[in-house]
Every structure is written in C-alpha cells, then in structure tokens.
C-alpha cells in the first residue's frame, strides 16, 4: 500500500518546546514522469503521445491566462490570475508587470477531499541526534534573533555541547552573501546554553545584515561531527549615518537594496526598529516603527504594494519623528519576507545624527 511519510521534528518556535509534522516527499515527478503512468495504466496512449499532450495542455493554459481568462479544471485545479500595486491615481500606469503580475493555482475542495479519503500515513523515526537550537538572543539589547557585535550571543537547545580543542567540535556564524567565522570568545559552552561574544564576519555590502549560526560536535571520542543550525536567521543592527543618507535596510544577501532610507527627522542619536509584515488578505506589505521592546511602542503602519517612497510616522517618545524610505524591488522583499521570515522582518537601526 502506498503511503505518505512524514517525520516528527523540533519546532523551536513555541514554548515549552513541540514538535511540528513535517511532509517527507519521496520524489518529485515531472512530466515525463506522469506520461509514464498514463501509458502504463492506458496501452492506447504511448510515453511520447502523452507527454507531449501534457506539455500541449501547460501551454493552452498559458495562452488562456494571457487572454485574461481563468481556468479551471472541474475537481481539480483552477488557475487565475491577479494584480498587485498602488496607483496614485486612476490614470497612472501600471507597474511593472513582474512585480504587479501573478499565477495563483488553487486546489478544489473536492480534490482535497478525496486525497485525505485515499491517503494513508507512514510516520518515519526522527532524524540522528544532533546540537539542536531553539533560540538565539542578544543579552544586551534582550531582543532575540539579534546579532549584536557590541553584545552577547546566547543560544538555548539541547545536546548543544562540544570539546573546544581542535576537531572536538566548533560554533560558527555566517553570513548569506558570504564570510565564515569560527567563534572563539565563550562565556559558557554547556548542553542546553551556550553564551558566546560574537565575531561577526564582514559581508560585501553594508545592507547584508542577515546571518546564520550553527554548532558542530561529537557525541563520542570516533563519532562522526554533527552540525546543527538554527531554523531563523540572525540579523545584525544597521547604522543610519544620518537621515539624509541613502541606507539600505530591510535585505538579506541581494546585491542591491530592497528597501532605503533616504530621509526624516530625528532630534537626537537613537536606536529603534523597522518592521515590514506581510498581509496576505490585502496583498500589500504593512511597514512601521517599532522601539526596542517586544511588545513596546509602535507607530502607525503605513501599507505599501509597489515600488515608490513613503513616510513612516514615528511613535510616542522617539527622537525620530518622521523617516523617508523608498522600496527598490517590491517584489524580492515580499518573496523574502514570505519565504525566510514567516510574514514578519524586523531590522534593529542605530540614528547617527552628528
């Protein structure tokens, strides 16, 4: 009988700990993969026939979508189309297409319904013993998922110790668009805390803020190493040189800058936080300014759903009043925010004023 594997795995994210199911696909099946199975199962229709009528089929839905049409294949699939943007005004043009432009493919009810009728189950054992890390946190700023080169790393899992001589083990920081360092400043190494002064290593432009951290060990003297990484990524806090300045934020190992800020007012040196969420409701991006408390201050969220520039309003006891961004690839950031963040990035910003 064939089934569907799954396999139970920590889910850092919630608190006491769980474990979340996570879908293990056997393999992923391509066209020719499925013109297989239609002449295995109909002799009449031959591998060639059927696939090039599948690859006929992609291509007469594509020509429907491109004449505006939905299509939708009864108990089975559907395909639509839709826009996304902000116009100023009924006139003005769309934006660009790759950005304003999507396919959404949705599954009907009774497609699901039958799956979950026929499908059957197979639990799979949990994968090997390794360091696993379920939070990350600075100790001086108290915000967690924060790389503070002026503060303290601590990390809180399980079977997260290692022998610090050479080949016993290691804990590293990367960065996505490039840099490795080994860590070497601890202040505690232990199984289920390990406190640690980062040395964050350089990335080739000052918006690439976005790193990982891992921990390697050996569970005994011949065992193999085992690496373990934390699920989220850590971002470091980004200096504003001033306002007036053109300042990436809010990107991870991009070579251009999804989002600037390139003006406002503050009246003094300040620290504070800039947050995007993600509304898949409204289909727009909500940004606004956060103080340095979870679960503190915020100002008003301002929606945007194109590329252009915005005011941020400030919050109630911040130097900042006011600040300018412009978003640069509106569609990379919705990507990234909806695929490594989980709908919400936060970026820690340091105001220089002098």
Same mark, same amino acid.
């Given at each position: 009988?064939?089934?569907?594997?799954?396999?139970?795995?920590?889910?850092?994210?919630?608190?006491p700990?769980?474990?979340?199911?996570?879908?293990?696909?056997?393999?992923?099946?391509g066209?020719?993969?499925?013109?297989?199975?239609?002449a295995?199962?109909?002799?009449?229709?031959?591998?060639?026939?059927?696939?090039?009528?599948?690859?006929?089929?992609? %291509?007469?839905?594509?020509?429907?979508?491109?004449?505006?049409?939905n299509?939708?294949?009864?108990?089975?699939?559907?395909?639509?189309?839709?826009?996304?943007?902000?116009?100023?005004? #009924?006139?003005?043009?769309l934006?660009?297409?790759?950005?304003?432009?999507?396919?959404?493919?949705?599954?009907?009810?009774?497609?699901?319904?039958?799956?979950?009728?026929?499908?059957?189950?197979?639990?799979?054992?949990? %994968?090997?013993?390794?360091?696993?890390?379920?939070?990350?946190?600075?100790?001086?700023?108290?915000?967690?998922?924060?790389?503070?080169?002026?503060?303290?790393?601590?990390?809180?899992?399980e079977?997260?110790?290692?022998?610090?001589?050479?080949?016993?083990?290691?804990? &590293?920081?990367?960065?996505?668009?490039?840099?490795?360092?080994?860590?070497?400043?601890?202040?505690? &190494?232990?199984?289920?805390?390990?406190?640690?002064?980062?040395?964050?290593?350089?990335?080739?432009?000052p918006?690439?803020?976005?790193?990982?951290?891992?921990?390697?060990?050996?569970?005994? %003297?011949?065992?193999?190493?085992?690496?373990?990484?934390?699920?989220?990524?850590?971002?470091? #806090?980004?200096?504003?040189?001033?306002?007036?300045?053109?300042?990436?934020?809010?990107?991870g190992?991009?070579?251009? !800058?999804h989002?600037?800020?390139?003006?406002?007012? !503050?009246?003094?040196?300040?620290?504070?936080?800039?947050?995007?969420?993600?509304?898949?409701?409204?289909?727009r991006?909500?940004?606004?300014? /956060?103080?340095?408390k979870?679960?503190?201050?915020?100002?008003?969220?301002v929606?945007?759903?194109?590329?252009?520039?915005?005011? /941020?309003?400030?919050f109630?006891?911040?130097?900042?009043?006011?600040?300018?961004?412009?978003?640069?690839?509106?569609?990379?950031?919705?990507?990234?925010?909806?695929?490594?963040?989980?709908?919400?990035?936060?970026?820690v910003?340091?105001?220089?004023?002098?």
């Amino acid at each position: 009988m064939a089934t569907i594997q799954w396999r139970p795995e920590p889910n850092p994210l919630t608190t006491p700990p769980s474990w979340r199911i996570r879908f293990m696909p056997r393999n992923t099946a391509g066209c020719n993969d499925i013109a297989a199975d239609i002449a295995a199962d109909h002799p009449n229709y031959n591998e060639e026939l059927a696939e090039s009528i599948l690859e006929l089929g992609q %291509e007469k839905i594509l020509r429907r979508l491109i004449n505006g049409e939905n299509v939708t294949f009864t108990n089975a699939f559907s395909y639509t189309l839709s826009l996304t943007g902000r116009l100023e005004g #009924p006139d003005d043009p769309l934006p660009p297409l790759d950005e304003c432009l999507h396919i959404r493919v949705h599954a009907a009810p009774a497609l699901v319904e039958a799956l979950r009728q026929a499908a059957h189950l197979e639990r799979l054992p949990p %994968e090997k013993k390794l360091p696993l890390i379920s939070t990350a946190q600075d100790t001086v700023l108290g915000l967690k998922d924060v790389l503070n080169p002026q503060g303290l790393l601590r990390l809180v899992g399980e079977d997260m110790d290692f022998d610090r001589t050479p080949g016993g083990g290691e804990c &590293v920081i990367e960065g996505t668009a490039g840099g490795r360092t080994v860590q070497t400043r601890f202040g505690k &190494v232990e199984a289920s805390e390990i406190i640690l002064m980062p040395d964050v290593p350089s990335q080739p432009h000052p918006w690439n803020n976005e790193y990982t951290v891992s921990v390697s060990t050996r569970y005994s %003297e011949r065992g193999t190493l085992r690496t373990g990484t934390y699920e989220r990524l850590l971002r470091a #806090p980004l200096t504003v040189p001033g306002l007036s300045s053109w300042t990436g934020i809010l990107t991870g190992k991009a070579a251009a !800058a999804h989002v600037s800020i390139t003006g406002g007012t !503050a009246s003094a040196d300040t620290s504070l936080r800039i947050q995007v969420v993600l509304d898949l409701q409204g289909e727009r991006l909500l940004f606004s300014l /956060l103080d340095m408390k979870e679960g503190g201050t915020t100002g008003a969220a301002v929606s945007v759903t194109a590329n252009g520039a915005v005011t /941020l309003p400030g919050f109630a006891g911040s130097a900042v009043t006011s600040m300018e961004i412009t978003v640069n690839s509106y569609a990379a950031l919705w990507e990234m925010v909806h695929n490594d963040y989980g709908g919400r990035l936060v970026d820690v910003l340091k105001i220089e004023t002098a």
